[in-house]
Nanobody, 115 residues
Framework: QVQLVESGGGLVQAGGSLRLSCAAS????????MGWYRQAPGKQRELVAT???????NYADSVKGRFTISRDNAKNTVYLQMNSLNPEDTAVYYC?????????WGQGTQVTVSS
């Protein structure tokens, strides 16, 4: 079984920064994709950013230039550095790890950006 534990969420003013972390443990296939998604109240969960075990990244247009995803393969940990936050970034942020048809999700961490 695989577990993912997110941390780093909180309340921040518009224009501020936060860094999210997600540590994965358990039997994880070495070639995988880790990612961050978010879900705002009343909206569907949406992609924020993903990163492969080889370091290739993909970002949603809404966060390009403001957010940076990175990972430490030795620690099975993925990070999301979020800068220039605005109220539209308020959501529960979830991390996941996937390979093939297998996907595991974390429990989510709340990010609230005040105006």
């Amino acid at each position: 079984q695989v577990q993912l534990v997110e941390s780093g969420g909180g309340l921040v003013q518009a224009g501020g920064s936060l860094r999210l972390s997600c540590a994965a443990s358990g039997s994880i296939f070495s070639s995988n994709v880790m990612g961050w998604y978010r879900q705002a109240p009343g909206k569907q969960r949406e992609l924020v950013a993903t990163i492969t075990s080889g370091g290739s990244t993909n970002y949603a247009d809404s966060v390009k230039g403001r957010f940076t995803i990175s990972r430490d393969n030795a620690k099975n940990t993925v990070y999301l550095q979020m800068n220039s936050l605005n109220p539209e970034d308020t959501a529960v942020y979830y991390c996941n790890v996937k390979w093939g048809t297998t996907v595991y999700w974390g429990q989510g961490t709340q990010v609230t950006v005040s105006s």
